[in-house]
T-cell receptor, first 112, second 114 residues
C-alpha cells in the first residue's frame, strides 16, 4: 500500500457545487495532515491543516479526519472556477522526521 | 515577510552537465527541504537540511547532493544530468519543531535537460 493515496481524477463539478476530495494514508502513527493546492505551472500552496479527528472549517474549505479509518478529506463548498487546480494530500513520515509524503494529487475542474 | 525564494526560475541544460539550484528560506526557518516534481509524478522528497546538517534523504542517486549554509540558505547540486531529471524542483522551509507544521514552498526552478 502506498503511503498516501488519492484518486487522481480528474474530478469535474459545476460551479456552486460541493467538491469532495479524498485521501487515505498507511501510517497509523500520523498526527497531522495537510492539503495543498497547486495551480498549473505553479508551486503547491498550503490551504488546510488538521490534527484532530473531526472537521475543521476555514471559509469554504472543510477538512475531515478519521484516524480510525486512516482517511482525510477536503470539501470545497460553493466551488468556483478559480478552485480549478490539483489538490495534494500530505502526511508527515512517522518518527517526527518532519518529511512530508505527498499523494499524487487530484485534479479538480470547476465548470462555469 | 519575504517567502521562500528560489533561483533560477528556469534552466536548460544538456545531458551530462551539472547544475546548481539555490534556495533562501523564510527568515527564522532553519529547515530546508528539496522536492522533485517530474511531469505526471507526484512530489518526490529529495533532501532535508536543518541547522547545516543533512537530516534525511530520499531515494535518489548520489549525483543529487546539496548543502545548507550558516544563514540557512541551501543549494541543490545535480551532477551528470539525465533527461529524466527534467522536472520542477521545489524548495520549502519550516520552523524546527517536534510536530510538522506544514511547508511553505518557493516558486520552484523548472529544469529542462536536453
Amino acid at each position: 500500500q502506498k503511503e498516501v493515496e488519492q484518486n487522481s481524477g480528474p474530478l469535474s463539478v459545476p460551479e456552486g457545487a460541493i467538491a469532495s476530495l479524498n485521501c487515505t494514508y498507511s501510517d497509523r502513527g500520523s498526527q497531522s495532515f495537510f492539503w495543498y493546492r497547486q495551480y498549473s505551472g505553479k508551486s503547491p500552496e498550503l490551504i488546510m491543516s488538521i490534527y484532530s479527528n473531526g472537521d475543521k472549517e476555514d471559509g469554504r474549505f472543510t477538512a475531515q479526519l478519521n484516524k480510525a479509518s486512516q482517511y482525510v478529506s477536503l470539501l470545497i463548498r460553493d466551488s468556483q472556477p478559480s478552485d480549478s487546480a490539483t489538490y495534494l494530500c500530505a502526511v508527515p513520515r512517522g518518527g517526527g522526521s518532519e518529511k512530508l509524503v505527498f499523494g499524487k494529487g487530484t485534479k479538480l475542474t470547476v465548470n462555469p | 515577510e519575504a517567502g521562500v525564494t528560489q533561483s533560477p526560475t528556469h534552466l536548460i541544460k544538456t545531458r551530462g552537465q551539472q547544475v546548481t539550484l539555490r534556495c533562501s528560506p523564510i527568515s527564522g526557518h532553519t529547515s530546508v527541504y528539496w522536492y522533485q516534481q517530474a511531469l505526471g509524478l507526484g512530489l518526490q522528497f529529495l533532501l532535508w537540511y536543518d541547522e547545516g546538517e543533512e537530516r534525511n534523504r530520499g531515494n535518489f542517486p548520489p549525483r543529487f547532493s546539496g548543502r545548507q549554509f550558516p544563514n540557512y540558505s541551501s543549494e541543490l547540486n545535480v551532477n551528470a544530468l539525465e533527461l529524466e531529471d527534467s522536472a520542477l524542483y521545489l524548495c520549502a522551509s519550516s520552523l524546527k519543531g517536534a510536530a510538522p507544521r506544514g511547508y511553505t514552498f518557493g516558486s520552484g526552478t523548472r529544469l529542462t535537460v536536453v
